[in-house]
């Protein structure tokens, strides 16, 4: 009874159209009004609790850094070195898209930064060269979602937070996965466009890809930065973010000199906005997770998945399933914020690594991005290319089922995920 309260006063405030964060707080009220414990002094207290956190300190310092380098030049670079190096290729602008989207996922760790950026600079240019608009589209979105993987990941932290989870092992161990995403989007685009016949543009001559790369190598060494100091324990996931703001800060004003002082207000307001949003998301799904601890609705939901606890591969399966199928209506942090507390149990009970866990959960929830009809990326991506949300969406099939098929491949076989992350973490 107490999990059809919760569940179904949060459906039915999302149905009337209420903002998430608020239906998040009345499913709260409803399930404290059920429990005859009514007391709004705990909900603020428990709202306020709820963002006060330092791990999620990085949540807005990685914001703003996407912000920065989107508006810095760096993002610029990324994809003028990628298409220096593959732009050549048959289908070439497909492929540097990937390329660029994977950096760019190593910069920011945010799915709509990344996504609106490769729309903007790409989609004009692959149209232009005569390939599909929508399959264009398509790629682009799909190639957004690997920001949330690719450390440094908003995902991750939000995750970590709300599982209790290092965030440095998760960071460490999501690398590999984020790469054999983006293999698995080169290997569609390369099946997709194997009967065009668009001529590519010339081969960019050496002089040209090492000025492109001394161009682009303030911005590749970010991530570089970010990924050694997490290894060798310089500083936390918190500190890195604020590495990250302060480098893209110095390097877009100092050394590529394309962000004004004048501009700085613009993109500190609008790094405050977005990071507003997500932190009173956050906040109110941390009452709700308190309540879900107080009802024990965990251990009601272990009940129900105890015959699948004894096999943890068809659990894993299963709770993939799950996700994606909540991805289909609701935005990635709110699921990740909705479900870690209930499904952590299970995934404990079933002796499954939460590192392994956390890694293959945001990886679902990213695609879920992209997964119609919510599919907050793809509003992006067809906002940014000025194209219809129907064709954008019709893009995207073909890329999100090789997306879908990796995962449950590494459902298959963990060792893709764990093996790698052992060795990274040491």
């Not at 239906?23 to 705990?42: E, K, T």
């Not at 898209?97 to 989609?123: F, Q, R, W």
């Not at 682009?140 to 290092?166: E, R, Y």
């Not at 090492?210 to 500190?239: N, Q, Y």
Request: hydrophobic share 60%; with cysteine.
């Amino acid at each position: 009874m107490t999990l059809t309260i919760f569940m179904g006063s949060l459906l039915a405030a999302m149905a009337i159209g209420m903002p998430i964060a608020f239906a998040l707080l009345a499913s709260g009220v409803a399930l404290m009004w059920h429990m005859d414990m009514l007391d709004f002094q705990i909900l603020a207290q428990n709202l306020i609790g709820g963002a006060d956190s330092f791990p999620l300190l990085a949540v807005p310092f990685f914001m703003l850094a996407g912000e920065l380098m989107n508006t810095g030049g760096l993002s610029r670079r990324i994809v003028n070195l990628a298409l220096a190096l593959v732009g050549h290729i048959r289908g070439g602008l497909g492929y540097v898209t990937i390329m660029a989207g994977c950096l760019l996922s190593a910069l920011s760790g945010s799915a709509v930064a990344d996504a609106a950026a490769l729309t903007a600079l790409l989609l004009p240019m692959m149209i232009r060269a005569g390939h599909k608009g929508d399959r264009s589209a398509g790629l682009i979105a799909a190639t957004g979602v690997v920001g949330p993987v690719i450390p440094p990941s908003i995902g991750l932290v939000i995750f970590g937070v709300a599982a209790n989870v290092s965030i440095s092992k998760l960071f460490l161990a999501a690398i590999v996965p984020g790469l054999l995403i983006g293999g698995a989007l080169w290997v569609t685009w390369a099946w997709l466009v194997r009967g065009e016949h668009i001529q590519p543009p010339p081969r960019k001559s050496r002089e040209e890809v090492l000025r492109a790369l001394r161009d682009a190598s303030w911005a590749l060494l970010l991530p570089v930065i970010i990924l050694v100091g997490l290894r060798m324990g310089v500083f936390t996931p918190t500190e890195a973010a604020v590495v990250a703001a302060v480098y893209a800060l110095f390097v877009s004003t100092v050394i590529y000199r394309e962000l004004k002082f004048p501009q700085l207000l613009d993109v500190f307001v609008a790094a405050a906005k977005t990071s507003a949003v997500v932190m009173f998301l956050i906040a109110a799904a941390m009452v709700s997770a308190w309540l879900i601890t107080v009802a024990d609705l965990p251990s009601k939901v272990v009940v129900l998945l105890e015959p699948l606890i004894a096999n943890p591969m068809l659990l894993m399966a299963a709770i993939m399933v799950l996700v994606m199928v909540v991805g289909t209506a609701m935005d990635m942090t709110p699921t990740v914020l909705i479900l870690t507390p209930v499904l952590m149990p299970v995934v404990q009970a079933a002796g499954i690594d939460p590192v392994y866990f956390g890694v293959m959960f945001i990886i679902n929830n990213s695609i879920g991005l992209v997964t119609p009809p919510v599919g907050t990326v793809l509003n992006v991506v067809a906002g940014v290319g000025r194209m219809r949300l129907d064709d954008v969406t019709r893009g995207v099939l073909p890329f999100m089922g090789a997306q879908f098929a990796m995962m449950f491949l590494m459902v298959l076989f963990p060792a893709l995920v764990t093996v790698p992350a052992r060795w990274l973490a040491g």
